[in-house]
Nanobody, 125 residues
Framework: QVQLVESGGGLVQAGGSLRLSCAASSVRPFSQFTMGWFRQAPGKERKFVAA????????NYADSVKDRFTISRDNAKNTVYLQMNSLKPEDTAVYYC?????????????????WGQGTQVTVSS
């Protein structure tokens, strides 16, 4: 069983920055999990944002956030981060952290076995 707790969401003006954190607790070592961030805007489906793999820490980003968002992980702290810069109103969504044991960094939601409860990010224009 894996428990994921997101934090760091909030209200920010367009052009601003936020850093999301996701703290994980699990019987298995955190380093064995590929970690992903997804987001769901009001009335829309949940979509892939970024992922970082369990091994070498390879990263993968949605085109809409590339060059603005950075995913990173600290295995010693069992935490994954999403640094979000140059935020736009269209980034407004609930952001979810997800874990995939020994995963490849998939963009597919169903590849991830464990999910957090989400944190709200609102970007005002």
């Amino acid at each position: 069983q894996v428990q994921l707790v997101e934090s760091g969401g909030g209200l920010v003006q367009a052009g601003g920055s936020l850093r999301l954190s996701c703290a994980a607790s699990s019987v298995r070592p955190f380093s064995q999990f590929t970690m992903g961030w997804f987001r769901q805007a009001p009335g829309k489906e949940r979509k892939f944002v970024a992922a970082i793999t369990w091994g070498g820490g390879s990263t993968n980003y949605a085109d809409s956030v590339k060059d603005r968002f950075t995913i990173s992980r600290d295995n010693a702290k069992n935490t994954v981060y999403l640094q979000m810069n140059s935020l736009k109103p269209e980034d407004t969504a609930v952001y979810y952290c997800a874990a995939d044991l020994l995963g490849s960094g998939s963009v597919v939601e169903s590849s991830y076995e464990h999910w957090g409860q989400g944190t709200q990010v609102t970007v005002s224009s």
